[in-house]
């Protein structure tokens, strides 16, 4: 009798051996992948391409594919430079903020120095600010102290984006570790300092490892500040805003386009390849605390 | 006075045996201050300005921008188009990327790592190339959509997705979530390996099966990642300045114009020779900017709220 009930709430379907339905769910989602990712696929089979076959009706494979989109992005669309300018952005912002936010969440999760709970109000309050309330100020102020239109000024207000997420991230963190670690350093005659960078730091390898791909995912991302920055100064330019300008100037030059794309694309790519794993445990540790 | 004396250099003591965590403090406070304070501290001042261009005067005017502000149905539009965005997108991107994750989190399922891969792939493309290649893809002319579509007969003829001011909005929407999606699901990811896999096998072997598991016994354990999760997802779709700006720059006739593109093309590019108008945009800024704090301030309360009420009645 109760089997039968169970058949009926199948809707009569035969009951499915978990190896089939695992075997039907990896089809459904390799279709759905498929459709997912097609724009890039294009994007990359297309910047193979030469300019006058890119919309030639040839199926997705290029037939004759080359590599000349790449080198005429690469020197004459200055794609090679601005990929230098947006490393620079990226892996100083990267490490400045990494930094920062450690020392600040260690002391925020770990202290009771007076003004904290101030603090984390405050960090807590702006947590909201859209970027549009503080674009034109932060150039007002890069402006005036002679970086508004240099890459060191990009830089430095690109620190800024995910701030107090990771402040918050590696406060929680730190704030679950327990105090025994600490007292055992002390006792040993470990000062404040050395404590934080050779126990408690590396302790916190999951927040960094997010803190840092996060952050790059950000820098490598941004938008709006390099568009402001760069507006006067397009040497300067960074990589998403230099695919932004190639639109501009150079609309039928598609081959280029596309190269510059694949180009833009492929370093973050590799990076989130390798440290993937990290991320995802890094971020399930994070917001346990 | 002596009372208050000591109370002084008590709290001076405090602060001074603390002197090395204030120390720790400083990397950190100055890129607070300097990119996050200042200008929120700033941008108020400038909204009382008139400020036509960063080389010229600026003039006090008071209130005079918030005035013109309330009045003014391109800001309107704009506001309203923002939470629009941001009420179809977030729970789309929220319901979809949870299912992906809760399929994707079956460690038997091989592949899983090359799925999730790819339905990442769209978080780490820059908007500017998403514009470019979207813009092919969705092209009215030969576009891949709009051949699909008229091949599966669902159109009659081609759409023009971004320059149909009654489409552009929903096509920006389903292009966030496509691009978004990702980094949400490795949110949920992460919320999921914290549900013991005992508990699983338990429910399986109480006969729970399917999607009884994702609603009865997933969604509780992961509950309160949830609320940050829809924080930080709500929080990005008001952000959703690069995509527009790359794709359509607010058209076609400012269909898609939401906030911070009313804001950038106010203060940066007006176009059609008009003059600059930096307090005015701060203006918008400073409004946009309470909104959504005053919007985030009553989610926080009525989530703690929900949560008496169920502590009580658990009680």
């Keep these: 009798m109760r089997s039968d009930a169970v058949e009926k709430d199948r809707g009569g379907l035969p009951a499915l051996s978990p190896r089939v339905k695992r075997m ?177 730091l590396p302790l916190s390898k999951p927040i960094i490892v997010t803190v840092i791909v996060m952050q790059t995912l950000y820098a490598w991302n941004d938008f709006l500040l390099p568009l402001v920055i760069t507006l006067a100064n397009p040497s300067i330019r960074t990589l998403s805003v230099g695919v932004y300008a190639f639109k501009g100037e150079n609309f039928i030059d598609w081959g280029g386009m596309m190269a510059a794309s694949a180009i833009t694309i492929i370093p973050v790519v590799i990076l989130f390849l390798l440290l993937q794993r990290y991320f995802i445990d890094g971020l399930a540790g994070a917001v346990k605390g | 006075m002596a009372q208050t004396f000591t109370a002084h250099a008590v709290f001076l003591d405090r602060v001074w045996t603390h002197w090395k965590e204030y120390l720790f403090l400083v990397p950190g406070m100055l890129i607070f201050g300097t990119f996050i304070i200042y200008p929120m501290l700033a941008s108020q001042y400038y909204s009382l300005l008139q400020w036509t261009g960063f080389d010229s005067n600026q003039v006090f005017i008071g209130f005079d921008n918030y005035v013109a502000l309330l009045g003014d149905s391109f800001f309107w539009d704009a506001f309203l188009r923002s939470f629009v965005f941001t009420a179809i997108t977030v729970p789309a991107q929220l319901l979809i990327s949870l299912i992906i994750a809760i399929v994707l989190n079956d460690r038997l399922l091989r592949l899983s790592a090359l799925f999730r891969t790819l339905i990442f792939l769209p978080v780490v493309t820059p908007v500017a190339v998403i514009g470019i290649v979207m813009a092919i893809m969705l092209s009215p002319f030969n576009g891949p959509v709009n051949i699909a579509l008229l091949d599966a007969g669902f159109v009659t003829r081609a759409l023009d997705f971004l320059g149909d001011p009654n489409l552009v909005l929903p096509t920006l929407a389903a292009i966030y979530v496509w691009k978004w999606t990702g980094v949400t699901m490795v949110y949920w990811l992460a919320a999921l390996q914290t549900v013991p896999r005992e508990l699983f096998e338990a429910a399986r072997l109480d006969g729970v099966r399917g999607w009884q598991v994702a609603v009865f016994i997933i969604l509780p354990m992961i509950m309160p990642f949830a609320i940050v999760i829809t924080l930080i997802s709500a929080i990005s779709a008001l952000n959703v300045f690069p995509l527009i700006q790359a794709m359509t720059q607010g058209g076609p006739f400012f269909a898609s114009e939401v906030m911070e593109v009313f804001i950038f093309r106010t203060a940066f590019a007006p176009g059609g020779g008009a003059v600059p108008q930096l307090g005015y945009a701060s203006a918008a800024g400073v409004f946009f900017g309470v909104a959504i704090m005053v919007l985030t301030i009553l989610q926080i309360v009525a989530t703690r709220h929900l949560r008496s009420v169920e502590r009580s009645r658990a009680v």
């Design chain 1, 24 to 200: 039907l769910v990896s089809i459904v989602l390799a279709a759905l992948c498929a459709i997912w990712v097609y724009p890039l696929i294009w994007m990359l089979f297309a910047s193979l391409r030469p300019n006058a076959m890119i919309f030639a009706d040839e199926g997705l494979i290029p037939s004759q594919p080359t590599l000349e989109n790449y080198a005429r992005a690469w020197t004459e669309a200055n794609m090679g430079s601005y990929f230098f300018n947006t490393l620079f952005v990226t892996v100083g912002s990267v490490i400045l903020v990494t930094i920062a936010t450690a020392m600040m969440g260690y002391v925020l999760g770990r202290s009771s120095f007076p003004g904290r709970a101030a603090l984390f109000g405050l960090l807590v309050f702006t947590l909201f600010v859209p970027q549009g309330y503080t674009i034109i100020p932060i150039f007002e102020l890069l402006s005036s102290l002679g970086l508004g239109q240099s890459l060191l000024g990009v830089m430095l207000a690109t620190t800024a984006g995910s701030f107090v997420i990771f402040v918050l991230l590696f406060a929680g963190y730190f704030s679950q570790m327990p105090d025994e670690l600490e007292e055992a350093a002390r006792m040993d005659g470990v000062g404040f300092v050395k404590t934080f960078w050779f126990v408690m």
